[in-house]
Structure formats: C-alpha cells, structure tokens
C-alpha cells in the first residue's frame, strides 16, 4: 500500500466498518479511539518512527478483525490496542483519555484523607479539587492534540 494513502484507506475503512456497527458495537469498540490511533500514527511515521512503521500492519489487522465481524477476537482486538498505546505513551509522550481526571481524582482523595483529621471536608473538596484540575489538564491535552 502507498505510504502517503494510508492514513485516508484505513480512515476509510473505519468509517465504513461504522455503518455496520451499531453504536453500542461502536463505543465497544473504541472506533473514536482507532480513528484517533490511526491520525497519530500516520503523523508520527511521517516523523520516521520506524516502530509506528510496523504498527500500521496491526491497525491493519484489527480494522480487518471489524471488518469480518464473526472472526472477531476480542482478546486479540484488545491486546493491539494496548500494545499501540503503549507505545503511543512512551514515545511519543500521549496520554490516554481521562487519565488525569483519574489522577486528579486519586490525590484529590490522598490529600483529603490527609487534612481530614483537621478539616471535616477536606475529603469532598479534595476530590472537587482534583476533579476540575484533571479535567482541565485532560482538556489542555486534548487541544494539544496529545489524547491517545
Ligand atoms: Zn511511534
């Protein structure tokens, strides 16, 4: 396949593989999320990631999984998508979606628990704290085109 073409034919092919899928099938699926992975690594393999590279044949596979629905494995669909991520994460510096709500949330929580003995609800205003920070860093990646 040209190198320059497969960023539209697999954008394509996802979006076709959407009309087939109901939306339950499609949030199931993370289809946003595999429309995301390919805009990425066709960015990034541009850039001269070799691993990215070779990770095209398995957004490949797993498009062709969607596409042959009865063949479908989600064990081996989910594998991919970590092993993508994965990498996504550690090169290229991606975050995943919610990942500092998740954080902010957890030391929101941390930190309450620690002031609770002092403040009756540090717990509460703890996890509002980290909520509206996670939230707005979430949002900061995602304008900087930094969400997985
Ligand atoms: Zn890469």
């Given at each position: 396949m040209e190198n320059s073409?497969?960023?539209e034919e697999a954008s394509r092919r996802i979006k076709d593989v959407l009309l087939l899928l109901g939306e339950k099938q499609a949030k199931?699926?993370?289809i946003d999320m595999l429309l995301r992975m390919v805009h990425h690594m066709d960015r990034f393999s541009k850039n001269g990631c070799k691993e990215c590279e070779n990770?095209?044949?398995?957004?490949?596979d797993l498009i062709l999984?969607?596409?042959?629905?009865?063949?479908?494995d989600p064990k081996q669909y989910k594998a991919?998508?970590?092993?993508v991520v994965k990498h996504f994460v550690k090169k290229h510096g991606l975050v995943e979606e919610g990942t500092y709500l998740?954080?902010?949330?957890a030391y929101g929580l941390i930190f309450g628990a620690a002031l609770s003995?002092?403040?009756y609800m540090a717990i509460p205003l703890g996890m509002l704290f980290g909520l509206v920070i996670g939230l707005w860093m979430d949002?900061?990646?995602k304008k900087q085109g930094r969400v997985v």
């Amino acid at each position: 396949m040209e190198n320059s073409n497969w960023f539209e034919e697999a954008s394509r092919r996802i979006k076709d593989v959407l009309l087939l899928l109901g939306e339950k099938q499609a949030k199931k699926y993370k289809i946003d999320m595999l429309l995301r992975m390919v805009h990425h690594m066709d960015r990034f393999s541009k850039n001269g990631c070799k691993e990215c590279e070779n990770l095209k044949e398995n957004l490949n596979d797993l498009i062709l999984l969607l596409e042959n629905q009865n063949e479908m494995d989600p064990k081996q669909y989910k594998a991919t998508f970590k092993l993508v991520v994965k990498h996504f994460v550690k090169k290229h510096g991606l975050v995943e979606e919610g990942t500092y709500l998740s954080l902010g949330m957890a030391y929101g929580l941390i930190f309450g628990a620690a002031l609770s003995s002092f403040y009756y609800m540090a717990i509460p205003l703890g996890m509002l704290f980290g909520l509206v920070i996670g939230l707005w860093m979430d949002d900061k990646m995602k304008k900087q085109g930094r969400v997985v």
